[in-house]
């Protein structure tokens, strides 16, 4: 659970999701835009079979304040509304408010190709 280090070879993702989604997936009482968002990080990582390696983090696991102080204070300022929160080779780069899909996968391909 701790960030992970860049390897060049493999882009890694981490998204920290409420209980209900911590298996990858956000019933539909979590609202459209979260189901929206796990099932495009879902599609991105089967399309780009070991090239990602992906992890969805329970965000109440006791070991995301020590990690992810950064993520804690992302909770701390909006709240679990702002659930899911993505990051990409240690770096955030959205939560549900600044999810963008076309940007999503452009930093993808960015990263893959780095």
């Known amino acids: 659970m701790k960030d ?3 390897n060049k070879n493999v882009v890694h993702l981490q998204v920290f999701v409420s209980p ?3 298996g990858g ?4 009482d979590c609202g459209e835009d ?3 968002m796990t099932n495009t990080i879902n599609e991105v990582v089967a399309q780009h079979k070991g090239q990602i390696t992906g992890e969805y983090i329970n965000i109440f696991h006791p070991l995301v304040r020590t990690y992810h102080p950064d993520v ?21 780069i959205a939560n549900l408010q ?11 391909e960015k990263e893959l190709k780095a």
């Not at 997936?25 to 539909?28: A, T, Y």
């Not at 992302?74 to 770096?91: A, D, E, S």
């Open 4 to 6: 992970i280090g860049k």
């Open 20 to 22: 209900q989604c911590a």
């Open 25 to 28: 997936s956000c019933p539909p």
């Open 34 to 36: 979260a189901v929206e």
């Open 72 to 92: 804690i204070k992302q909770l701390r300022q909006h709240g679990l509304l702002i659930l899911p929160i993505l990051k990409i080779n240690g770096q955030t």
């Open 98 to 108: 600044t999810f963008n899909r076309e940007q999503f996968i452009d930093v993808i």
